[in-house]
Nanobody, 127 residues
Framework: QVQLVESGGGSVQAGGSLRLSCAAS????????MAWFRQAPGKEREGVAV?????YYADSVKGRFTISQDNAKNTLYLQMNSLKPEDTAMYYC???????????????????????WGQGTQVTVSS
C-alpha cells in the first residue's frame, strides 16, 4: 500500500522560497514516477514536476522550481524559488508505478496517469 504525506506548505511573500516534502511509504521496493501537482480554487489540477530517471517541469515553473528525491529517506522534495502569487494552490504529491512500454514526457504531468495521491499542502503567495 503506497502512502504519501506532504508537508512544508505555508504563506510567503512574492519572491520568497518554500520547500515541500513528501514522505512516501510502500514505494521502497518498487519503481515509481514521483510527481508534484497543484490545484488552485476553481481550476483543474495541473502537473508541476516529475522525477524518475530524469526530471521534467511545467513551463510555468521551469527555472524556479526543482524536484528531487532522497531514496534513503523515501522522501520527495519540491524546492520553490522566486514564488509568484499565481503559484498559490494546494500542492499534491503523486506516484505512478513504472510499467512496461513508453511513458511519454508529455503524459508525465497528466493527473489521470497517477495512481496514488497525498492529502495536499497549501501554498499561499502574497503580492
Amino acid at each position: 500500500q503506497v502512502q504519501l504525506v506532504e508537508s512544508g506548505g505555508g504563506s510567503v511573500q512574492a519572491g520568497g522560497s518554500l520547500r515541500l516534502s513528501c514522505a512516501a511509504s510502500g514505494t521502497t521496493y518498487g519503481r515509481y514516477f514521483m510527481a508534484w501537482f497543484r490545484q488552485a480554487p476553481g481550476k483543474e489540477r495541473e502537473g508541476v514536476a516529475v522525477i524518475y530517471a530524469g526530471t521534467y517541469y511545467a513551463d510555468s515553473v521551469k527555472g524556479r522550481f526543482t524536484i528531487s528525491q532522497d531514496n534513503a529517506k523515501n522522501t520527495l522534495y519540491l524546492q520553490m524559488n522566486s514564488l509568484k502569487p499565481e503559484d498559490t494552490a494546494m500542492y499534491y504529491c503523486a506516484a505512478r508505478p513504472v510499467v512496461g512500454g513508453v511513458f511519454p514526457a508529455v503524459r508525465q504531468l497528466a493527473a489521470e496517469e497517477y495512481n496514488y495521491w497525498g492529502q495536499g499542502t497549501q501554498v499561499t503567495v502574497s503580492s
